[in-house]
Nanobody
Framework: QVQLVESGGGSVQAGGSLTLSCAAS??????????MAWFRQAPGKEREGVAR???????YYDDSIKGRFTISQDNAKNTLTLQMTSLIPEDTAMYYC?????????????????WGQGTQVTVSS
């Protein structure tokens, strides 16, 4: 059984920073994942991909956060991290950690195998 547990969310003012962490546990080490990712979902909107990483070394970012967020994966600690800087009110959402085994994807929510419960990020102007 796989568990993904997010932490690090909170409320900040525009221009501030937050670091989200996702602790993975279960029947596989993160080094065996095909991909891991961060998604977010604002009220009334669909869940969207923010950043994803393949094999722990190849990151991809959505244009809306490029240059402001950094995704990283630590296989020794079985964690996924999202460093967020220069936050803007439009970043306000529930942020979800996601993971898929090799052969499955992380680019779209429908292709993700495992999800965390989410952590709330609120950015005020």
């Amino acid at each position: 059984q796989v568990q993904l547990v997010e932490s690090g969310g909170g409320s900040v003012q525009a221009g501030g920073s937050l670091t989200l962490s996702c602790a993975a546990s279960g029947d596989t080490n993160t080094k065996n994942w095909g991909c891991m990712a961060w998604f977010r979902q604002a009220p009334g909107k669909e869940r969207e991909g923010v950043a994803r990483i393949y094999g722990g070394v190849a990151p991809y970012y959505d244009d809306s956060i490029k240059g402001r967020f950094t995704i990283s994966q630590d296989n020794a600690k079985n964690t996924l991290t999202l460093q967020m800087t220069s936050l803007i009110p439009e970043d306000t959402a529930m942020y979800y950690c996601a993971a898929s085994r090799p052969g499955y994807g992380c680019a779209m929510a429908a292709s993700v195998q495992f999800w965390g419960q989410g952590t709330q990020v609120t950015v005020s102007s």
